[in-house]
């Protein structure tokens, strides 16, 4: 038999499983021939963790890996930041 916890009883009201994507976009110029990109995170699960408490003040989570890196600690930062 399932049992559901009370929303009261639970920190999130979703946890998103998966990556957080980057997507490299270089504005006006070509991929080819830029010297720059500006990085966005994205990707269907963090996009859906992200935008359900703009829309209906939900509590959510997204569980994921990072690397160890500068790219890694960026992103951790943009995600906790939104």
Same mark, same amino acid.
């Given at each position: 038999?399932?049992?559901? +916890?009370?929303?009261?009883?639970?920190? #999130?009201?979703? %946890?998103?499983?998966? !990556?957080?994507m980057?997507?490299?976009?270089? *504005?006006?110029?070509?991929?080819? $021939? $830029?010297?720059? =990109?500006?990085?966005? !995170?994205?990707? /269907? !699960? #963090?996009? &859906?963790a992200?935008?359900?408490?703009?829309? =209906? /003040?939900?509590? @959510?989570? &997204?569980? @994921? *890996? =990072? *690397?160890?890196? !500068? %790219?890694?600690?960026?992103? +951790?930062? $943009?995600?906790?930041? $939104?």
């Amino acid at each position: 038999m399932l049992r559901i +916890r009370p929303a009261d009883d639970c920190r #999130y009201d979703l %946890v998103s499983l998966g !990556e957080i994507m980057l997507r490299l976009d270089p *504005a006006e110029g070509r991929v080819r $021939t $830029t010297r720059s =990109f500006q990085v966005w !995170e994205g990707g /269907g !699960e #963090y996009n &859906v963790a992200r935008g359900l408490p703009r829309c =209906f /003040g939900l509590r @959510t989570a &997204v569980v @994921t *890996a =990072f *690397a160890d890196n !500068e %790219v890694g600690a960026c992103s +951790r930062g $943009t995600g906790r930041a $939104t």
